[in-house]
Nanobody, 122 residues
Framework: QVQLVESGGGLVQPGGSLRLSCAAS????????MGWYRQAPGKQRELVAS???????NYAGSVRGRFTISGDNAKNTVYLQMNSLKLEDTAVYYC????????????????WGQGTQVTVSS
């Protein structure tokens, strides 16, 4: 069973910073990409940032320049450094792994983390 374990969420003041971490574990052979999504109350889940195993990144326009996604292939871990946080960044943040190949299947599968709350408040 592949699991994604997240950490780093919490309460911060506007302008503050947080660093989220997500580690994938299991009989993993390879992961195509990992990313962070968020969902605020009453809104759809949206992509925040993603990164491929080759290092290519993608960001939502609302976080570009403030957030940085990075990864450690050896540890199957992805990070999200969030700076200059705003009230509108408040949401549940979910980690996702795409194209996950394991010893049990020739197909790549998608896995989600449990979500971690990020609250920006003064």
């Amino acid at each position: 069973q592949v699991q994604l374990v997240e950490s780093g969420g919490g309460l911060v003041q506007p302008g503050g910073s947080l660093r989220l971490s997500c580690a994938a574990s299991g009989t993993i052979l390879s992961i195509g990409a990992m990313g962070w999504y968020r969902q605020a109350p009453g809104k759809q889940r949206e992509l925040v940032a993603s990164i491929t195993s080759g290092g290519s990144t993608n960001y939502a326009g609302s976080v570009r320049g403030r957030f940085t996604i990075s990864g450690d292939n050896a540890k199957n871990t992805v990070y999200l450094q969030m700076n200059s946080l705003k009230l509108e960044d408040t949401a549940v943040y979910y980690c996702k792994a795409d194209g996950v190949h394991t010893t049990a299947s020739r197909y790549g599968y998608q896995y989600w983390g449990q979500g971690t709350q990020v609250t920006v408040s003064s």
